[in-house]
């Protein structure tokens, strides 16, 4: 079997350690506990085709996760590596490529599925999509002092842990193995194990995390093999799931900000642009329509704009400044009287961008351009 083949099995099989989060109605005011321990730390090691490791992080509860992965597959005298961290919180999943040095974010795709059914188990999804590859349930085994629920398939077998997969073999004409070796329950996990590093440049992406190979459809429980695609559906019990064209952001207080529009204003956060400040600049800079920029004040906070109309009359656009914690400290969506400190604006000559030209220590970045 191809490399890239194989490895497209392997992103399947590590979706079941990689799927799940707990939620937050208004900035972690209101969450849903995944897991019946507060935090973990669970080891892995690979084995047979695949070497390297790989380390998760689990708080809150299952609230926030990181999945720190270094492996590299080694079949048929070709070596393909993958080092790569996932961060999921909340809704929100963000994807660092640490060879291209790369971040992009996207869903998490358990989001609204728990949102909506806040009383379901953490095993609900992992044992559908168990299901799904073919896995049939077959009693109990005992692995790292746990009792497992033991699946088996295809000469493959998987053992899960309250919705965390502890060990699985895989023999898809070469064998791979991951198993924990080591698993520490409600211990303190340092902060920054779920900070996006420094060095990455931000890719625009809608890619929903967890779900490789996997088209969504959560309204029944039958399998779907959908040949012309070559991708599984999978679909779950529950009410229809709400549109996840936009995220949404809300006050403190918990007043919801519109934002409707392009998708990369909607999914920045200040996770991503802290992230970014290594790349900001005090240099002029010019905005097109419809795009968006990032930017840090000369107080130090770190804020999200983008223009919605520009024309021969003038120009508006809206932004977002947030408080260190992420929450949203002010916002607008006409005017830039509370950024008038920190940048001018005008139109250019072809009144077809905004030139953005910081003052004193504020800087800014256009994204994708």
């Not at 260190?324 to 940048?343: H, V």
Request: overall charge negative.
């Amino acid at each position: 079997m191809p490399a890239e083949i194989q490895t497209s099995k392997m992103k399947i099989t590590l979706v079941f350690i990689l799927v799940f989060t707990s939620l937050t109605l208004f900035a972690q005011e209101k969450m849903v506990k995944l897991f019946p321990f507060k935090s973990a730390i669970i080891e892995y090691k690979y084995e047979a085709s695949i070497k390297g490791t790989h380390i998760k992080y689990i708080d809150d509860w299952g609230y926030k996760q990181a999945d720190y992965i270094y492996k590299q597959l080694n079949f048929g005298g070709n070596a393909d590596k993958e080092y790569e961290i996932i961060i999921l919180i909340g809704e929100k999943a963000y994807t660092v490529n640490l060879q291209k040095k790369e971040v992009a974010i996207g869903r998490n795709a358990t989001y609204n599925y728990y949102l909506l059914n806040p009383d379901r188990k953490c095993t609900d999804i992992t044992d559908a999509l168990t299901k799904a590859e073919g896995f049939k349930i077959n009693g109990t085994e005992n692995f790292l002092d746990k009792t497992c629920e033991l699946w088996k398939g295809s000469g493959s077998k998987k053992l899960t842990w309250n919705g965390v997969a502890l060990k699985t073999e895989t023999n898809f004409m070469t064998i791979i193995v991951e198993k924990a070796t080591d698993i520490k329950t409600d211990v303190d996990i340092p902060t920054e194990k779920f900070d996006i590093p420094q060095d990455v440049k931000y890719i625009s992406s809608d890619t929903y995390q967890g779900y490789s190979g996997l088209e969504l459809d959560f309204s029944n429980t039958n399998k779907i093999e959908d040949k012309s695609s070559g991708s599984i559906r999978i679909e779950f019990s529950s009410a229809d799931l709400e549109s996840c064209s936009n995220f949404a952001y809300f006050t403190k207080t918990g007043e919801k900000v519109i934002t409707e529009g392009e998708n990369d204003y909607n999914k920045i956060d200040n996770q991503l642009i802290k992230s970014q400040q290594h790349f900001l600049h005090n240099n002029k800079t010019e905005l097109p329509e419809y795009s968006t920029a990032i930017f840090v004040t000369n107080e130090g906070e770190f804020g999200k704009l983008q223009i919605n109309e520009i024309d021969k009359n003038g120009f508006n656009f809206r932004y977002v400044i947030f408080n260190s914690d992420g929450t949203i400290k002010k916002y607008s969506a006409e005017t830039n009287e509370l950024l008038k400190d920190d940048f001018s604006f005008a139109p250019n000559k072809s009144n077809s961008k905004i030139e953005i030209t910081p003052k004193g220590k504020a800087k800014c970045l256009v994204l994708g351009w």
